[in-house]
């Protein structure tokens, strides 16, 4: 009985001290590199109308074993006060000073506006059967205003546009009552209006 006892504390401890035991293998045989794991400042850049890009950087020094890197935005919708938006992405992480870069693309999907209130990246990890521990966090407090697909539509330059395929259509019609709206609310384009009434 003593010896049926001792054997199953050996096999759950083993289950139990396991993970230990490799992490310490791993890193006796390939040493953390020197310094803090950090996450540097994001940078946020837009590329269009339905998306943004984050950028930043990272130092990652190889301990624990086993991080991510992850990014996650925080959006609320148009007219839905108590719908928050949590889109995430994520990565392994590398070892050293690494950049990187993900895309955000409009929680709203360009139909409804929307708003991204933070953005938070991180060096995460997660040991089996525990939950998730932060390395490194930073946050960014810029707020994204997304437009809706009216607004986008609105737009001098796109009003402009969708002219300007009327008139190679030969939809003067079309054409002529876009870009009289369009010099109503903005004089400059008075020339655009001129050009199209002399292409007829």
Known sequence: MLVLLLLLGGYLGHDRFRPDIEDW???????????????????????????????????????????????????RVANAKELAIRMHSYRPAQRGLQKVSFDIVHPGHMYLSAVTESINAGLVTQRQNAAPTALAQVTLAQRIDWPDR?????????????????????????????????????PKFDAAYRSSRASR
């Open 150 to 186: 009216a607004t986008m539509n609105n737009r001098p330059e796109a009003v402009l546009a969708r002219a300007v395929e009327a008139i190679e259509a030969g939809q003067y019609r079309d054409a002529k009552a876009s870009l009289e709206g369009l010099v109503a609310r903005d």
């Open 25 to 75: 293998w791993a890193l006796r045989n390939d040493p953390p590199l020197a310094g803090e794991n950090r996450v540097g400042q994001l940078v946020l850049q837009q590329k269009d109308d339905n998306m943004w890009t984050v950028s930043g950087e990272y130092f990652y020094t190889g301990k624990p074993r086993h991080a991510i890197f992850v990014l996650e935005s925080r959006s």
